[in-house]
């Protein structure tokens, strides 16, 4: 049997558990995780807020965003980067809440 001296785990009968993050109490995966989406000024979007551009932006295929554009109703997405808004997807480090 080999145990660590340190702090007498014992290393036999050791298993992995993937949602261990190290303080010694483990998630459960059925608890939902929540995203906090923030804004280029740090402020916390949530969904249906107004945003609005910070700077000129070109875009592809589209009418470019300029600077205090409004963007309203947003959606938040699965990446705390990004939000929604009508058919864009726009980067959040561009765009400060209203």
Known sequence: MAKDWQDNTDWDNWEYDPNDDGTGSSASQDEEETLIV??????ILKEGDTVAAIKDLKVKWAKDIKRWDKFPKIRLTDDEGLIESGKMVLKTEFFKKI
């Open 38 to 43: 923030k804004d280029a000024n740090w402020n």
